[in-house]
């Protein structure tokens, strides 16, 4: 990570890990949520936050998977306030279950790191029938906001801390289709581009988190939403394209974070006081950052905002 080191305003950089920029910060007396926590980058913020003493409840595909990552967190931080809840985010009845579950164990919600994702992969359809990677990484997170928000917001003002709700985008949002989002396309296999589509659902956490951040203005709330870039990451995201994925493990610990380093800036932007009051914007290394025209189009997220919801509609019981 050589290469990337230039520091910025805050004081961190794209080789900052995520002890680092959350070094003296006391988390105790909040509760988390953070999706895809079982592995990756994911299970690296779960540990952070848990180390800051924050209760995490970890939002796992496989739960088997996810109390192998809460054991190995325990083993380290063994006073950690750790919990690992099945939630698959392709699925809404999965996100319902998930959201039914944690609400029966009474607690706040302070922070929500929407993090879980999939990238790149062959044209498939969800159990909802839409379009899998739109459906994992935007719709499934959009509904697990929309659940969770009562709670927050009940949260932030008994306890008067500000609520934060965190999306895990990347700068493959610049790279979706040319309009940005098909709406009349979303589940059209002709013209489907695996990276295109991957940089669609990343442009719809962008467009979320901003439109989002627009509505708990307008009602007052002390929550605010944010988007990031966590960075390119030698990770498992690449394992269906096996060139791109054997040129990682090449030579991805030169030019490439770790997941120390990848989780940076998310563990930043949940838990920093830097950014308190912050809502509406897009960090990279720390720092904010510029998104795409596309992301600051206001109608565009409201739009995508109106057909989101029209797709959880259709796909109620």
Known sequence: MWLFSRIGPSGFSATSTAEQVTKGIDGSGLTAIVT?????????????????????????????????????????????????????????????????????????????????????????????NIELQFATNHVGHFLLTNLLLETMKKTAKKSKHEGRIV?????????????????????????????????QSKLANVLHANELARHLKEEKVEITANSLHPGGIATNLFHHHSFVNGLVAAVGKHVMKNVHQGAATTCYVALHPDVEGMSGKYYADCNLAETSLQARDQQLANKLWDFTNNLIDKCKI
Do not use: W
Not at 96 to 110: C, E, Q
């Open 36 to 128: 895809g926590a079982s592995s990756g980058i994911g299970a690296e913020t779960a540990r952070v936050l848990a180390l800051h003493g924050v209760h995490v409840i970890m939002g796992v595909r496989n739960l088997g998977s996810g109390h192998l990552s809460r054991e190995a967190i325990i083993k380290e931080v063994p006073n950690a306030k750790i919990d690992a809840l099945e939630l698959d985010l392709s699925s809404m009845t999965s996100i319902r279950k998930f959201v039914s579950k944690f609400n029966s164990l009474g607690l706040p919600l302070n922070v929500l790191i929407n993090n879980a994702g999939i990238m790149a992969t062959p044209f498939m359809l969800s159990e909802d």
């Open 167 to 199: 999306n895990v985008s990347s700068r493959r949002h610049k790279f979706s289709y040319t309009e940005g989002i098909r709406f009349d396309k979303i589940n059209d296999e002709s013209g489907y581009n695996s990276l295109s589509a991957y940089g």
